[in-house]
């Protein structure tokens, strides 16, 4: 069964680097998905990218993060310069359709640790 | 806006029990509603959705949930529960006028627990 994969499965940084979390959805999909899950709370939207631009995004979404595809199987999401509060555990999505009753397809997630 | 309330944290059956993981959502329009699973170290499965067709849904692994509009609810319910399905139960709900586009809004989670 098709499964949309993240790597690294666990990322420790310091505050103030760049990182980049990586997630190859599934072939056929068009839209894709940036959440992230802080311990204890609930997993929250990040973006949507459709057509190789953001389609919407969350408030949380400011200005230090960004998301690319850079290839043709990859989509990444950048955090330009970490801060503690960004440690969580980040989600990958991808469905085929955009339509609120479209599934979204998980990853298993990012667990990225900001020391 | 809309919002999930999933009202246990925790749920403990023992195997063979029914499970129930109830949830409670609110939603300005005509909501897509669904249950994710999450095993440990796994991605999120999507167990079953409503999309306003049969009230009453099924999903994999013998679950099953009953959307109840007057009751704003979307509790999840198993008649038979085993070990495999220990595991954090997410309930979700997606909705035209969210405001978060396609974005899904997460309820904070149930975790599972089957005693043998």
């Known amino acids: 069964e098709p499964e949309v994969t993240q790597t690294p499965s666990h990322q420790v940084t310091q505050m103030g680097q760049e990182v980049i979390l990586r997630c190859v959805p599934i072939?056929?999909?068009?839209?894709f998905y940036w959440y992230r899950q802080i311990l204890g709370q609930k997993v929250e939207f990040l973006v949507s990218?459709?057509?190789?631009?953001?389609?919407?995004k969350s408030e949380i979404f400011d200005d230090q993060f960004s998301v690319e595809r850079p290839d043709g199987s990859n989509f990444t999401l950048k955090i330009r310069s970490t801060k503690l509060e960004d440690s969580a555990m980040y989600f990958c999505?991808?469905?085929?359709?955009?339509?609120?009753?479209?599934?979204?397809?998980f990853g298993a997630g990012t667990r990225l640790s900001v020391l | 806006a809309q919002s999930v309330t999933q009202l246990d944290s925790h749920v403990s059956v023992s195997e063979g029990t029914p499970v129930l993981l109830r949830c409670n959502y609110s939603?300005?329009?005509?909501?897509?509603l669904f249950w994710y699973v999450q095993h440990p170290n796994k991605g999120l499965q999507l167990l079953l959705k409503?999309?306003?067709?049969a009230t009453l849904v099924k999903g994999i692994n013998g679950f099953e949930a009953e959307f109840k509009k007057s009751e704003t609810s979307f509790h999840l319910t198993k008649p038979s529960a085993h070990m495999s399905d220990a595991a954090e139960y997410f309930c979700?709900?997606?909705?035209?006028w969210g405001g978060g586009a396609d974005g899904l809004t997460f309820g904070k989670g149930t975790h599972l627990i089957i005693q043998p």
């Open positions: 409503y999309t306003s067709a």
């Open positions: 990218f459709y057509n190789n631009e953001i389609s919407e």
């Open positions: 999505a991808s469905s085929e359709e955009g339509m609120i009753r479209s599934i979204q397809y």
């Open positions: 979700v709900v997606s909705d035209l």
């Open positions: 072939s056929n999909h068009l839209y």
């Open positions: 939603s300005s329009y005509s909501p897509s």
